[in-house]
Every structure is written in structure tokens, then in C-alpha cells.
């Protein structure tokens, strides 16, 4: 690998990082902020592999793997703890989160009240076999 080409490689891993930590960053989503956490554990790993290629060992690549499987592993939990913080304040919004904190520390205000959550969906219920149907007096008849 010739030297323009790792710079390009270099490069496009740090855009993933810095994409990834204005995501972080800027959003106050759960889902978006653990995706934006993917996000800089891939550029990492691209830069990773892309020294060892260009060094010709492979420890970085050994590296990324263990990146990798890390990622999975956080993947797997995130997806636990949104759906649980969801079932439990039904929004997944950081801000609404305060009680997380360590008892020392201050909350956060934000600058603007949260909008309020929309009242949930009533939808209509049937019984479970459904609503009977119109029958003709001839057809009730059984012979």
C-alpha cells in the first residue's frame, strides 16, 4: 500500500469518527447516539486495519477484530436498555433520564420545555372471533 493510499484511508476513517462523535453529540436519541458510537468504533477500526496494512503486520487487524466483536456485544445490550428505558418513561429522549445520575452531580436544564408526548392511540377493540354477522332467518335453521 503506497503512502496516498492510507492517507485516503486515514481520511475516511476520520470523517466516520468525527461524524459519528457530532452525532453523539448533538442528538439526544438513544438509538442515534449508540449508532453514532457504531459510527467512531468503525473509523477506529478502518484506520486500525488500514496501519496494519500499511506496516505490514497484522495487529491492528487482530485489534479490530476484538473492536468488532465489542460493537456486537454493545449492539446487543443497547438494544436491551432502549427497550427497557422505553417500557419505562415511553420516550427515548436523554433528557428525560435525570435520575440516572450520580447522587453529587447537578441535572441538566434544557434551554426549551420538551414537547409534551402525544396521548397514546386508542384503537378500536373487537371481540377476539369478531363482530357476528347478518344472518337470513333460513339460513339459521339446522336439519
Not at 16 to 29: D, E, H, P, S, W
Not at 48 to 74: D, M, P, S, W
Not at 108 to 124: C, F, G, N, V, Y
Amino acid at each position: 500500500m503506497n503512502p496516498v493510499a492510507l492517507e485516503n484511508y486515514l481520511i475516511v476513517g476520520a470523517i466516520l469518527f468525527a461524524l459519528g462523535l457530532v452525532g453523539f453529540i448533538a442528538r439526544r436519541n438513544l438509538i442515534i447516539m449508540f449508532l453514532c458510537v457504531e459510527m467512531m468504533l468503525q473509523g477506529v477500526a478502518l484506520n486500525l486495519v488500514a496501519f496494519a496494512r500499511y506496516h505490514g503486520n497484522l495487529g491492528g487487524q487482530v485489534l479490530t477484530l476484538f473492536i468488532l466483536t465489542v460493537a456486537a456485544c454493545e449492539a446487543a445490550i443497547a438494544l436491551v436498555l432502549v427497550l427497557m428505558l422505553y417500557r419505562r418513561k415511553h420516550t427515548l429522549d436523554v433528557s428525560v433520564w435525570q435520575e440516572l445520575r450520580e447522587a453529587d452531580q447537578e441535572p441538566i436544564e434544557d434551554e426549551e420545555p420538551l414537547p409534551a408526548a402525544p396521548p397514546a392511540p386508542t384503537w378500536p377493540h373487537l371481540s377476539p372471533a369478531g363482530p357476528e354477522p347478518a344472518h337470513r332467518p333460513e339460513e339459521t335453521t339446522h336439519v
